[in-house]
Nanobody
Framework: QVQLVESGGGLVQAGGSLRLACAAS????????MGWYRQAPGKQRELVAT???????NYADSVKGRFTISRDNAKNTVYLQMNSLKPEDTAVYYC???????????????WGQGTQVTVSS
């Protein structure tokens, strides 16, 4: 019913930048919160940033001042601009979204398949 597809991952040197995008498609009526999470090898998935439909943002302390989350409601897309990247930012990055489908009543959470970000030192 709903698909989330991430793009923009890759390999970058420390201090560089990447921009991730996540587009939601399918039988979408509306989307509330959207967010980015990441999971490094051997670690649990952790919050990176979230954004409400109205644009209110929340960031993990480890990325504040370096990462910026934004969204385009008309395109059902959320972005993550990552600057001043560090080797410890290396992880698989996942987007999620709370989506009400056409004919639905609630906002279950959907996840993308993930995109690899690798930061070399």
């Amino acid at each position: 019913q709903v698909q989330l597809v991430e793009s923009g991952g890759g390999l970058v040197q420390a201090g560089g930048s990447l921009r991730l995008a996540c587009a939601a498609s399918g039988s979408i009526f509306s989307i509330n919160d959207m967010g980015w999470y990441r999971q490094a090898p051997g670690k649990q998935r952790e919050l990176v940033a979230t954004i409400t439909r109205g644009g209110r943002t929340n960031y993990a302390d480890s990325v504040k001042g370096r990462f910026t989350i934004s969204r385009d409601n008309a395109k059902n897309t959320v972005y993550l601009q990552m600057n001043s990247l560090k080797p410890e930012d290396t992880a698989v990055y996942y987007c999620n979204a709370d989506v009400r489908t056409i004919g639905g009543r609630f906002y279950p959470t959907y996840w993308g398949q993930g995109t690899q970000v690798t930061v070399s030192s």
